[in-house]
């Protein structure tokens, strides 16, 4: 309840706003309840005037309860929708702040999917639209039970005393709900994974022709989260029959001791009409009430969850060097090496070396040798290897600029995948496109830079991609920059043109791994590590 709490609070004067819509809302509906006291009154005195006057009044509350009761949901709905986007931001922000190691290795893709879209839903359904029915309904307890003080104290205070024991209902059943709502928040995490993981092997499917298994795979999973929503919803049935016969007992209870007043002259029999009518707003507030309280707190699994991610150490948000940024640091390795599982090898022998600032460096070796493993632990992405690894830097955070094998393509604009949504002069950002043979076809498109591109779409080659990134890179201007086989699926005049683009570029310093490269371009290089 407190993290819902909390976000109405950050969405103060929205949240007051609501509230005052409520009470408005409330009111109408309470003095609509009262007003049929004289209505019935008037057919008793047998007064045709005071019918029609007070059946008017009551005419014009009630249009005005339906005003402000779809007023109260468009509030509500646009609150909520609020409310939403900052618990979104908030997860994406400590998923942000997640080591790389963290990011991979500890919760998949699927799961920050799931997070940001289905346990999103939950919260919003059974989170914070509940809290604003619980704040409602509150409304419609209070109002109505004092109204009820005005015709006897006797009414108020046995709605009051009924209102308690419906009110420590939800802490008798709403252990029913917590262990269910797990199930459901786990299933969908499990199904967003599979789903993700099916779809991405369509291609392998294909191959084998094992299209039928994406349709069983995800039918098998789509099962899973039936039942376990079928659970909750069985549970919450009872929790709703038990809360729901107590609450018709109360009200009954409330018309029946009104009936004994009456017949003692203590009120007039029009108040029969309107204390069932108070009485029955009472209950079915009270009602709603344990029964949303119930509902809200099946989230704090959901809400446990991302606390887990509280829990991480942050990590700063490291900036690469630019060229407006003068002093660019050399590189020591000190024995560096990465053990492999078994303790007893190493993926990456170890291995010492000085890169000077400004130079070229080849990172050579067979197969195997642990090129590509070097170098993600120079770029700060591996960070579980022995030794040491100095830039000689007074910054610590300085980072270098590191292009993998496979770059990953934002399913956005041409523009974003180039700038990362960073401002750019167009010449610059032409002037990248141009290095990389990109420039003609992207001014080809309709949309030229706006045109939208997939993650996986087959609108770009793989070649065309890998040019994309280091144009990308070359945007940037960084002054250190690590390759990864970033040219391996161009072919080799254009791979040859823009590594030499690269080279003459006077201070950058450069550590390339490349398995396939000719004398030329070798010979370009100021230093090779040879790996063993």
Same mark, same amino acid.
């Given at each position: !309840?407190?993290?819902? &709490?909390?976000?109405?609070?950050? /969405?103060? !004067?929205?949240?007051?706003?609501?509230?005052?819509?409520?009470?408005?809302?409330?009111? %109408?509906?309470?003095?609509?309840?009262?007003?049929?006291?004289?209505?019935?009154?008037?057919?008793?005195?047998?007064?045709?005037?005071?019918?029609?006057?007070?059946?008017?009044?009551?005419?014009?509350?009630?249009?005005?309860?339906?005003?402000?009761?779809?007023?109260?949901?468009?509030?509500?709905?646009?609150?909520?929708?609020?409310?939403?986007?900052?618990?979104?931001?908030?997860?994406?922000?400590?998923?942000?702040?997640?080591?790389?190691?963290?990011?991979?290795? #500890?919760?998949?893709?699927?799961?920050?999917?799931?997070?940001?879209?289905?346990?999103?839903?939950?919260?919003?359904?059974?989170?914070?639209?509940?809290?604003?029915?619980?704040?409602?309904?509150?409304?419609?307890?209070?109002?109505?039970?004092?109204?009820?003080?005005? +015709?006897?104290?006797?009414?108020?205070?046995?709605?009051?005393?009924?209102? %308690?024991?419906?009110?420590?209902?939800? #802490?008798?059943?709403? @252990? !029913?709900?917590?262990? &269910?709502?797990?199930?459901?928040?786990?299933? @969908?995490?499990?199904?967003?994974?599979?789903?993700?993981?099916?779809?991405?092997?369509?291609?392998?499917?294909?191959?084998?022709?094992?299209?039928?298994?994406?349709?069983?795979?995800? /039918?098998?999973?789509?099962?899973?989260?039936?039942?376990?929503?079928?659970?909750?919803? +069985?549970?919450?049935?009872?929790?709703? @029959?038990? &809360?729901?016969?107590?609450?018709?007992?109360?009200?009954?209870?409330?018309?029946?001791?009104?009936?004994?007043?009456?017949?003692?002259?203590?009120?007039?029999?029009?108040?029969?009409?309107?204390?069932?009518?108070?009485?029955?707003?009472?209950?079915?507030?009270?009602?709603?009430?344990?029964?949303?309280?119930?509902?809200?707190?099946?989230?704090?699994?959901?809400?446990?969850?991302?606390?887990?991610?509280?829990?991480?150490?942050?990590?700063?948000?490291?900036?690469?060097?630019?060229?407006?940024?003068?002093?660019?640091?050399? %590189?020591?390795?000190?024995?560096?090496?990465?053990?492999?599982?078994?303790?007893?090898?190493?993926?990456?022998?170890?291995?010492? $070396?000085?890169?000077?600032?400004?130079?070229?460096? %080849?990172?050579?070796?067979?197969?195997?040798?642990?090129?590509?493993?070097?170098?993600?632990?120079?770029?700060?992405?591996?960070?579980?290897?022995?030794?040491?690894?100095?830039?000689?830097?007074?910054?610590?955070?300085?980072?270098?600029?590191?292009?993998?094998?496979?770059?990953?393509?934002?399913?956005?604009?041409?523009?974003?995948?180039?700038?990362?949504?960073?401002?750019?002069?167009?010449?610059?950002?032409?002037?990248?496109?141009?290095?990389? /043979?990109?420039?003609?076809?992207?001014?080809?498109?309709?949309?030229?830079?706006?045109?939208?591109?997939?993650?996986?779409?087959?609108?770009?080659?793989?070649?065309?991609?890998?040019?994309?990134?280091?144009?990308?890179?070359?945007?940037?201007?960084?002054?250190?920059?690590?390759?990864?086989?970033?040219?391996?699926?161009?072919?080799? #005049?254009?791979?040859?043109?823009?590594? $030499?683009?690269?080279?003459?570029?006077?201070?950058?310093? !450069?550590? &390339?791994?490349?398995?396939?490269?000719?004398?030329?371009?070798?010979?370009?290089?100021?230093?090779?590590?040879?790996?063993?």
């Amino acid at each position: !309840m407190d993290k819902i &709490v909390h976000y109405f609070k950050q /969405n103060k !004067m929205r949240t007051i706003m609501l509230l005052i819509i409520m009470i408005v809302a409330t009111t %109408l509906d309470t003095l609509g309840s009262v007003f049929l006291t004289n209505l019935t009154d008037s057919i008793a005195h047998e007064s045709k005037r005071l019918f029609v006057i007070w059946f008017m009044i009551i005419v014009l509350v009630s249009i005005g309860r339906v005003i402000f009761g779809n007023l109260t949901n468009y509030v509500q709905e646009t609150l909520v929708e609020k409310l939403s986007i900052d618990l979104r931001g908030d997860i994406v922000q400590k998923i942000v702040q997640l080591s790389y190691g963290d990011f991979h290795n #500890k919760w998949s893709v699927g799961d920050y999917t799931s997070w940001l879209t289905n346990d999103i839903q939950q919260i919003k359904k059974n989170g914070f639209f509940a809290f604003c029915d619980v704040c409602f309904y509150v409304l419609e307890l209070v109002i109505p039970t004092f109204t009820l003080c005005f +015709y006897n104290w006797s009414l108020a205070v046995t709605a009051l005393l009924l209102s %308690l024991v419906l009110l420590f209902l939800p #802490k008798m059943v709403g @252990n !029913m709900l917590d262990s &269910v709502a797990k199930d459901v928040t786990s299933s @969908n995490s499990v199904f967003t994974t599979a789903v993700t993981s099916i779809l991405g092997g369509f291609d392998t499917l294909i191959f084998f022709g094992k299209r039928s298994v994406m349709k069983s795979k995800i /039918n098998e999973e789509s099962q899973n989260i039936y039942l376990a929503q079928s659970k909750y919803s +069985y549970h919450n049935m009872w929790v709703n @029959n038990i &809360v729901g016969a107590i609450s018709v007992l109360s009200q009954i209870s409330i018309i029946g001791l009104t009936g004994l007043l009456a017949v003692n002259k203590n009120l007039s029999v029009g108040s029969v009409m309107s204390t069932g009518s108070l009485a029955a707003v009472i209950f079915m507030a009270m009602q709603n009430i344990t029964s949303n309280i119930v509902v809200i707190k099946s989230t704090k699994p959901v809400f446990d969850k991302f606390v887990l991610l509280s829990a991480n150490k942050n990590v700063e948000n490291k900036q690469y060097l630019n060229n407006s940024q003068l002093k660019v640091p050399s %590189l020591y390795v000190k024995d560096v090496a990465l053990p492999d599982s078994t303790g007893s090898g190493y993926w990456l022998k170890p291995v010492s $070396f000085k890169v000077v600032s400004g130079t070229k460096v %080849l990172l050579a070796g067979p197969s195997g040798v642990g090129k590509s493993t070097l170098l993600r632990i120079i770029a700060g992405v591996t960070t579980d290897y022995e030794g040491t690894i100095d830039w000689n830097s007074d910054s610590n955070s300085y980072m270098p600029l590191y292009l993998p094998q496979k770059p990953y393509i934002f399913s956005d604009t041409i523009k974003f995948n180039l700038t990362l949504g960073a401002m750019y002069p167009q010449e610059i950002i032409e002037g990248a496109l141009r290095e990389v /043979n990109l420039l003609d076809k992207i001014a080809a498109l309709p949309q030229q830079m706006d045109t939208m591109i997939t993650a996986d779409g087959a609108d770009f080659s793989g070649g065309e991609r890998q040019r994309l990134a280091l144009a990308r890179a070359l945007i940037t201007q960084p002054r250190v920059l690590l390759l990864d086989e970033s040219t391996s699926s161009l072919d080799e #005049k254009l791979a040859n043109k823009i590594m $030499f683009k690269l080279m003459s570029i006077k201070d950058l310093t !450069m550590i &390339v791994v490349e398995h396939k490269i000719n004398l030329e371009r070798e010979q370009q290089f100021d230093q090779i590590i040879q790996l063993s």
